[in-house]
């Protein structure tokens, strides 16, 4: 993996490709920021592997919102929110929402 600092913006970026079992390629690109995540997955050198990964979150210490996305077919979305009440005794309550495109199903997902 390689990790670029960038000391002016308080962000790293790391770049990463592994081979897995299945002898697909993954290229992975991770930008970490103060306050903000994107993650962006790419799979080659396989062409029945078209799934790319893309999520990203936005946030302070108390409130974080993230979007992701499997897009194959740009069937997947997940929407997520996640609230910190009191980060000493760690209580948090966070809700997901997924919706399926070609099945038309929709989930959410409440917890805390």
């Known amino acids: 993996m390689a990790v670029l600092n960038n000391p002016r913006m308080e ?14 390629a993954t290229y992975r690109l991770l930008s ?3 306050y903000a995540t994107l993650a962006m997955s790419l799979p080659l050198m396989d062409d029945s592997a078209t799934e790319t990964e893309l999520s990203t979150t936005l946030g302070t210490p108390r409130v974080a919102f993230g979007l992701g996305t499997k897009v194959d077919k740009a069937d997947l979305l997940r929407a997520s929110y996640v609230h910190y009440f009191d980060h000493e005794k760690k209580v948090a309550a966070a809700a997901v929402i997924c919706r399926k495109f070609s099945t038309k199903e929709d989930s959410l997902i409440v917890g805390g």
């Open 32 to 34: 970490f920021h103060e």
């Open 11 to 24: 962000q790293n970026i790391a770049i990463h490709g592994e081979c897995c079992h299945t002898e697909i």
